[in-house]
């Protein structure tokens, strides 16, 4: 085990450049490449990476620490070895100059000396002019990740252009003169080297040569703009360029205030995050990934930049309209109940990737024994409804498909296995839907549950349930067969995992084999949330359920 130091790479001729973000701690195990910090000059954003594996033994700069070639960065310990361990990584590319730009894409190849004193005054007003990949350091080829601008947009000197990345450092092109983009020579994704072509303006300058032989060809002119103010831009503004830049979305001036790395970049990329749209806590508004982070958690929450126009989930909101035009309306506020359990629909159904099985339960002989037990629950004054024996039966097939009656941790990579059995059954009453809870269903008999449900309802519509009465429940059970229809979709009752629809009970003719017979089917329906249970799961639980309802001695096996 040997003791490193790493140090600052060569970064150009950038130096004093700020410490933006440190990537590791003391302590930290790091592998070959991985991040150490990030630094930024006034061209571009830098990530150093290790160029060793090991551990991290202490970091030798802070946030704001100002950093130069050969400066210490961390110590390593580490049993590799490496003769010149101070040089971390290649020399990393910087932006391309923005305040006196050199315009390298226009630079003449030609190798003569010249005076530096001589330039040449050339008319290039109104002319076509090529804006080409600049000088970018070492890389052989860099990927373009961002195209700022459209054909037809009028820009002013120093508009962002493209985006480039490298391995090492995201660059933002900007343009050495004023003029509107006449065509876009490449697309995102491509690669391109220093000299390659990116699009072509029509350029509104005149432009002085400057640094240049005298007897160098013109097209090796390596240009250095005269700036031009807004006015005359606006004069060469086409139609199509006044209509294409009204729209905010498209103006460059919102893409110069992206300062992310290349690691931010490509995670934005991956999350679908537009970039423009997140605040940056790093220095100087930096973005970080723990912006683009919490910029979807925000999103996913309904509390993105966005809130004022869109949903909660970016959805387009509904349009307000004026009712009151087409006829007399009458407006009625949400009870307090309804509007509770709004929000938590609605947030269950943002969340919870649903999908629905619909299945016959045969109960015939269920009902018939209902029937017979009448006399019996009149005699203990119970009303003996078939949502008793639903939830029986729900209880059993629990228990069969444990998975049923989970939920999924915060991260949606593990399960919670319950072991009790508390059932919810959802009760409408005048000011809305409250789901009560039989709790320990497996412990229960049907008498018992039949007792409870009935108490537990007539309470839910007088108003007088407790807390701890709506709480604890492991699935949940929503029974419209009073009111009717054949099938429906209820929303899952997160953070559980499923619910089960009951619809009215309906007599059918069904082939027993050798006849078409009359027979009483119960229309359940079991949506779920896809992460946790897959589609045969969910219909081996319905098929199990329905054979339990069919005979309740399936249940005891």
């Known amino acids: 085990m040997s003791t490193q130091k790493i140090t600052v790479p060569d970064i150009g001729d950038a130096e004093d450049v700020e410490v933006i973000e440190v990537c590791v701690n003391a302590g930290d195990e790091v592998d070959v490449d991985d991040i150490l910090v990030v630094v930024e000059s006034d061209k571009a954003s830098m990530e150093i990476p290790s ?10 700069v802070k946030l704001g620490d100002n950093v130069s070639f050969g400066s210490d960065i961390v110590t390593l310990e580490t049993s590799e070895t490496k003769s010149d361990a101070g040089i971390v990584a290649e020399a990393l590319p910087a932006e391309p100059e923005t305040e006196e730009p050199k315009a390298k894409n226009l630079q003449s190849s030609t190798p003569e000396a010249s005076e530096p004193e001589a330039k ?15 000088d970018i350091g070492d890389s052989e080829a860099v990927v373009v990740i961002e195209l700022l601008v459209k054909p037809g947009d009028a820009i002013v000197k120093d508009d962002l252009l493209v985006v480039i990345e490298s391995e090492k450092a995201s660059m933002e092109i900007p343009s050495p003169f004023a003029g509107v983009v006449e065509k876009i020579l490449v697309k995102e994704g491509d690669e391109v080297v220093e000299g390659s072509d990116l699009l072509t303006v029509l350029s509104t300058s005149s432009v002085i040569q400057d640094d240049v032989p005298v007897d160098a060809p013109a097209e090796h002119a390596k240009p250095t703009p005269i700036p031009v103010n807004n006015a005359e831009v606006k004069k060469t503004k086409t139609p199509e360029a006044e209509i294409q830049t009204a729209d905010p979305s498209l103006q460059t001036a919102e893409k110069q205030s992206v300062y992310a790395g290349p690691a931010v970049r490509k995670l934005a990329r991956e999350m679908g995050v537009n970039l423009p749209a997140v605040n940056g806590t790093g220095a100087g508004g930096r973005i970080t990934k723990d912006d683009v982070n919490v910029y979807v958690k925000a999103a996913l929450a309904g509390k993105s930049g966005q809130a004022s126009h869109d949903t909660g989930s970016g959805i387009p909101a509904i349009p307000a309209v004026d009712f009151s035009k087409f006829g007399s309306i009458q407006t009625l506020p949400l009870s307090r109940i309804r509007k509770r359990g709004a929000a938590n629909l609605h947030r269950s159904w943002l969340n919870v990737p649903h999908v629905t099985q619909n299945d016959e339960a045969d109960v015939s002989d269920l009902e018939d024994f209902r029937k017979r037990m ?21 209880c059993f097939a629990l228990k069969e498909f444990p998975v049923v009656n989970s939920s999924l941790d915060q991260s949606a990579e593990n399960y919670i296995l319950k072991n009790y059995y508390n059932i919810g059954m959802a009760v409408d009453t005048p000011e809305g839907l409250v789901v009560p809870v039989v709790k320990g269903v497996d412990d229960k008999g049907i008498w018992s549950i039949a007792e409870e449900v009935i108490e537990l309802s007539e309470k839910a519509r007088l108003g007088k349930l407790s807390v701890t009465e709506m709480q604890g429940a492991s699935f949940t059970i929503s029974s419209l067969g009073p009111i009717g229809g054949t099938s429906f979709t209820p929303i899952v009752n997160a953070p559980e995992v499923a619910i089960l629809g009951v ?35 969910a219909g081996r639980f319905t098929t199990y359920l329905c054979a339990v309802l069919k005979d309740f001695r399936e249940g005891m096996m």
């Open 51 to 60: 160029p060793l594996s090991g551990k991290v033994a202490s970091v030798t």
């Open 374 to 394: 009448a006399a019996e629950a009149k005699k203990r004054n119970i009303r003996l409804t078939p949502l008793a024996f639903i939830i029986k039966a729900a």
């Open 503 to 537: 619809s009215r009970l309906v007599v059918k003719p069904v082939w027993d084999g050798e006849n078409f017979v009359p027979r009483k089917m119960l229309p359940v329906s079991l949506s779920y949330d896809h992460r946790a249970i897959n589609g045969a799961e």
């Open 120 to 134: 040449e005054s050339v008319p290039e007003s109104n002319s076509v002019q090529t804006v080409s990949v600049p």
